[in-house]
């Protein structure tokens, strides 16, 4: 058997295997990043990037439905599906380029095209990325001193779907698409569902989102997730709680019998399923029971996500593979983090991680930041809470985007703001601004000396930070609010 002999072997070329191979390269030249698939991160090619490719003609066509509010009239907004796919294919690829020049600039010497698995602790077995082709160099064995796992994750097609046939895709194959379809069965109520499923209702593609628990986009304050839960329905079919859901053919169509959430039987037809029910990790080919690596119920390598360093100290995972935080920022602090701690291994700093932010790009936005309301209740932490609606929001409403609420928190006693969940406008922005105040460890009382313009989105976060400080008990001196803008400003 060819062995070659490294010091580091990283397994894996997307944004974690990427940084990592940065990190580790100063400190060695000796490197194996070993991909079998193609270059390109999962955000550029099927996930982040490509999704809001496709959000940002929905988000346009439907703000035409508000020009007659504003008193404008238009006749603008007829679809034309092949343009829309094409220039989201075309975006698609131009992100993907930027990826795949990075590696470019790599030293090719470095590069290992092949799928790896572990004979031990130390041994990678190199596979040929596909039956056509061998590894590179015919190196069959890499020896490494340190190993990365950085495999990225893949979609979860469930069992119960499978009846679709060539009909079930993929939310990775969705951006492959010729054209727009009639419709689309999505099922899976998390991100990427929401997002993919409100896109293709307001391209004018016939859409029911089917979700379990009555759960959406991953909000976990009820409070807020019950008015993202009436906004979305009331803008497209939703099923959030079917029941005895049963998937079948009928020539090119797909099939869905359900009880849906008011208890009714139901059958519909559509020309596609869309399997958008999570991620999972790829670590189920590496054959980690070659390895003494401890793994939880789900077979993903048990790490401390302060080094990323698993049971067996050598080695370390970061991105999607450790299906912790699977984010591409989270990502590429991951890969930094192992990166680093695989160069300069035996030692091993251990880096405080950034305050957790999640955004979803439905419309209205959904987000947290910091400490989730489920895991202050958990952990029993003695917090307080307020909120501030969208609705009666002066820049909201002037905008015609008065929609949702903010929910936000804070410990008792020392008033320091822990989280927030949200679902509203520019919600992208209030949540790094949150992620931003959470991090420095700022008081509400501190983040309301900040200043605030008028009239803006951000008042909302403001007024709701007022209400905190006085479920606080620390309220000084009554609001000032502006009596021509109503509440929330």
Known sequence: MKTRKVDVAIIGGGTAGMVAYGEVRKHTDRIALIE?????????????????????????????????????GSDAGKVDGVAVMRRVRAERDRFVGFAVDTVAGFDQSHIVRACARFADDHRLILDAPDAHQAPAADIECIEAARIVIATGSRPLMADALKP????????????????????????GAGAIGVELGQALHRLGVRVRLFGRGGGIAGLQDATVRAVAVRTLAAEMPVSLDAREV????????????????????????FDWLLAA?????????????NTAIECDPRGVPVFDPLTMQTSVKHIFIAGDSAADRPILHEAADEGHLAGRNAGRFPEVLRTPRRTPMGIVFCDPQAAF???RHARLLADRIDFASAQVSFGNQGRARVMQVNQGLLRVYAERGSGLLLGAELFGP????????LAWVVQLRKSV?????????????????RTALRALLKELGMATKPPSPCLDCGPGT
Not at 248 to 261: K, L
Not at 426 to 433: I, R
């Open 164 to 187: 679709a046939g060539d009909r079930l895709i993929s939310s990775d194959e969705v951006f492959y698409w010729q054209d727009l379809p009639q419709s689309v069965a999505v099922f």
């Open 369 to 371: 930041v910091g400490a």
């Open 246 to 269: 049963r998937v079948s053919r009928d020539g090119d169509a797909v099939c869905i019998d359900f009880i849906d959430d008011e208890g009714r039987p139901r059958s519909e037809r």
């Open 277 to 289: 029910t999570g991620r999972t990790p790829n670590v189920d080919r590496l054959t980690l029971e």
């Open 36 to 72: 079998g698939g193609p270059f390109g991160t999962t955000c550029a090619r099927v996930g982040c990037m490509p999704s809001k490719l496709l959000i940002a003609p929905a988000e346009a066509r439907h703000r035409l439905q508000a020009l007659p509010e504003f008193g404008i």
């Open 426 to 433: 520019d919600a992208e922005h209030l949540a790094h601004l």
């Open 445 to 461: 009382a501190e983040v309301l000396e900040l200043p605030f313009y008028h009239p803006v989105i951000e008042e909302g976060l």
